[in-house]
């Protein structure tokens, strides 16, 4: 029984909150009510004595998060990217948890590499630095291949991290299964699976050759994509616990001082940011979904540079082609048209009311554009979005949990870099140019050419299965047997298809 584990591990985070001092600043910064704020002190005060103590060097909120672990450091990077939410201070104490936290020791590090790779870390690195950042997962060194002298990133896991995730996951599954008992209403957003989600994503993240593979395929997707660098991963030098991957050197996106002391377009940098992420999840629909400033830098040329690909987030085409025409109708102020998207989608149940729907999303979108462009956001018209729906007999789509999350981070990112950007007007150019190619003429040509592929594989074979189709409607009682006498046709009959169709889809392209 894990039960009574998991109550002392929440009411240990209250505790750890009220021994740094933290939980004052936490309770003000999320406006809790009045009644909140007493059951939170209420819960931590008496074991503030047990709570951890964290680094005394580090502000209040920052020294309790890295106290509790890694989980509670992903969750304060996240907020760290959103002054609008929790305030200027507390999102620059929280920025330390990027990539600036205490690192484990070097030797440590190279004895991994060694029992990675059977070799000695020399006999791979004619160099081999101190940790050049640290953060929850793992920390990198700045190294050099011993037979090229090639720069490299090397980044290893850190040491029990699995173990220390999977005991904050599993208080949070605590967490989430009584707060669908104490709140019913929260059982539409279904919080467990919200938190099995995120378990999949962390526990892909624990394993660097994912990452590897991550890292080669956004390289594949983005090559031709201007004002973007990633660096080249190394395949041969890649396992579980360790990766290497090439050096890119820039200023990071949170040293906003250095940046405007290189000269850099801190307002085109912004926009930038945006518009590869939109481009990147609607066009590739495998997107960078831990975009925060740790990952980010800038070379010296303005190109943006990312890395860290151990989050990536993935959108079928289908709903990329949904959310996109929701995010047009949104632009258009068109709230019909959403409306008719979702039900066509089957994201609303067919009962209700079309237009009373239409008539709540005029509610969430016209507010919104009504704002100061320094206050427009697509994350908040998505988090209204998804309360109207739910009101309306959605459920929660935890495959898009990821998208929303990021689209925060990246939000905040780019408000850091430009506090006046107007997303809207960034995004639309975007999803204009997505729309125009896959929810069109375009992309019914596109779609009836990979239909043509399909049956071009399969077309040998269609004519056998339909005489067995047709034998059996015929006479159910009678199995089908090969149709001997046409054992020439149909062979030529499944070339002619072939050729018919790969003719067809080779015009079509």
């Known amino acids: 029984m894990r039960g009574p584990h998991n109550i002392w591990r929440l009411v240990r985070t209250l505790a750890t909150l009220e021994r740094t001092g933290a939980i004052g600043v936490v309770l003000e910064a999320f406006s809790a009510p009045p009644g909140v704020r007493l ?3 209420v819960m931590g005060w008496p074991f ?51 990539d600036k936290l205490p690192p484990f020791p070097t030797a440590i590090a190279r004895q991994m590499v060694e029992e990675e790779f059977g070799q000695p870390t020399d006999s791979l690195f004619s160099a081999f630095s101190e940790p050049v950042a640290a953060a929850s997962i793992a920390q990198v060194h700045r190294a050099r291949l011993a037979d090229t002298g090639e720069e490299v990133a090397v980044k290893v896991l850190r040491p029990g991290i699995e173990r220390a995730f999977r005991r904050d996951i599993d208080a949070f599954y605590f967490a989430a299964r009584w707060v669908e008992i104490l709140a019913p209403f929260s059982r539409r957003l279904r919080p467990v699976d919200v938190i099995a989600h995120f378990e999949g994503v962390v526990m892909g993240e624990l394993d660097l050759r994912l ?20 660096p080249r991963p190394f395949w041969g030098l890649s396992g579980r616990n360790v990766l290497t991957i090439g050096w890119a050197d820039g200023i990071g996106l949170n040293e906003i001082a250095a940046i405007e002391a290189a000269g850099i377009d801190r307002v085109a940098l912004g926009r930038r940011v945006l518009t590869l992420f939109l481009n990147h999840a609607l066009r590739d629909g495998f997107f960078h979904a831990d975009m925060h400033q740790g990952n980010l830098k800038v070379a010296p040329d303005g190109s943006l540079v990312v890395y860290d690909f151990g989050i990536m987030g993935r959108i ?6 949904v959310y996109a025409e929701i995010l047009m109708g949104f632009i258009h102020k068109d709230y019909r048209r959403v409306a008719e998207v979702h039900f066509e989608a089957g994201y609303v149940p067919a009962d209700r009311d079309i237009d009373e729907f239409a008539r709540a999303l005029r509610a969430v979108g016209e ?11 697509m994350a908040r018209l998505l ?12 459920e929660t789509r935890t495959e898009l949990i990821l998208l929303q999350r990021t689209m925060v981070v990246v939000e905040g990112v780019a408000r850091s870099l430009d506090p006046h950007v107007n997303m809207w007007q960034v995004a639309r150019p975007v999803v204009e140019s997505y729309i125009r190619s896959h929810v069109g003429p375009q992309a019914v040509a596109r779609d009836l050419m990979r239909t043509l592929r399909v049956l071009a594989r399969f ?17 159910p009682a009678v199995p089908p047997r090969p149709a001997r006498r046409h054992r020439l046709f149909w062979p030529i009959a499944g070339a002619t298809v072939t050729f018919v169709a790969g003719l067809a889809a080779g015009l079509l392209m």
């Open 48 to 98: 503030k004595w047990l709570g951890l103590k964290g680094d005394p060097a580090l502000p209040p909120v920052t020294r309790a998060i890295t106290a509790l672990g890694p989980a509670y450091i992903k969750f304060g990077q996240i907020l760290s990217t959103r002054p609008d939410i929790v305030g200027d201070d507390l999102s620059d104490q929280l920025k330390v948890l990027q």
């Open 39 to 41: 059951v939170a002190r």
């Open 367 to 377: 507010p919104i554009f009504g704002m100061d462009a320094s206050r427009i956001s």
């Open 316 to 321: 079928d085409e289908y709903t990329r082609r």
């Open 211 to 230: 990452e590897c593979a991550s890292a080669a395929e956004f390289a594949a997707n983005t090559e031709r994509d201007t004002g973007l660098l990633v």
């Open 383 to 394: 988090a209204y979005l998804f309360e109207v729906t739910e009101r309306f007999g959605m």
């Open 459 to 475: 077309g040998p074979k269609l004519p056998a299965l339909t005489e067995a189709a047709l034998i059996r409607a015929g006479n």
